[in-house]
T-cell receptor
């Protein structure tokens, strides 16, 4: 069974600063995918970034980067130059091997960006 | 990008009635759609996997007769909450995968439906 753990229920960051949201996972599979989604107060889930377990490079998408440490089974999201619009709930999720789409989500981290 | 719509966005119904929620992929085809449930300030919990032309696969603990899923076409899946009760009040979100998309095979999420049962 797969498990995702997000230990930070809430985080604060000042505008323009960088913030790291933690995510650890537990799986016995060698092949898997890791995702980060943003959920604003409106409710929609917005895909941010993806990391495959065999990807050698850490994924980056604009201001988002994923600090992937496979041996530690961690996939932390780094948001650089935080903006007020980044205030939202952030979920880490894992997909099992074989391209199956059954995502397992963590409990989420509520990020608030302050002036 | 791929767009998934849900209708309605909000619904209030009386206890004992049934409510149907639609999930549509607007610009792509999806053989598989997923239905999630989310309680306030909690994570998304997968309820079932909806497969076009076949029966849905329900997660353990989800009542099949209460949450009816129909995937009638490659662009439409419906979730019907039958005989709704106040404890069914929740945020329901669907997602879909584009058949023709390659890695990372991401799921595209709908905007969600907030159900309130009075």
């Amino acid at each position: 069974a797969q498990k995702i753990t997000q230990t930070q229920p809430g985080m604060f960051v000042q505008e323009k600063e960088a913030v790291t949201l933690d995510c650890t996972y537990d799986t016995s599979d060698q092949s898997y995918g890791l995702f980060w989604y943003k959920q604003p107060s409106s409710g929609e889930m917005i895909f941010l970034i993806y990391q495959g377990s065999y990807d050698e490079q850490n994924a980056t998408e604009g201001r988002y980067s994923l600090n992937f440490q496979k041996a530690r089974k961690s996939a932390n999201l780094v948001i650089s130059a935080s903006q007020l619009g980044d205030s939202a709930m952030y979920f880490c999720a894992m997909r099992p091997p074989g391209g199956g789409n059954k995502l397992t989500f963590g409990t989420g981290t509520q990020l608030k960006v302050e002036l | 990008g791929a767009v998934v719509s849900q209708h309605p966005s909000r619904v209030i119904c009386k206890s004992g009635t049934s409510v149907k929620i639609e999930c549509r992929s607007l610009d792509f085809q999806a053989t598989t759609m997923f239905w999630y449930r989310q309680f306030p300030k909690q994570s998304l919990m997968l309820m079932a996997t909806s497969n076009e032309g076949s029966k849905a696969t329900y997660e353990q603990g989800v009542e099949k007769d209460k949450f009816l899923i129909n995937h009638a076409s490659l662009t439409l899946s419906t979730l019907t909450v039958t005989s709704a009760h106040p404890e069914d009040s929740s945020f329901y979100i669907c997602s879909a995968r584009d058949l023709e998309a390659g890695p990372p095979y991401e799921q595209y999420f709908g905007p969600g439906t907030r159900l309130t049962v009075t």
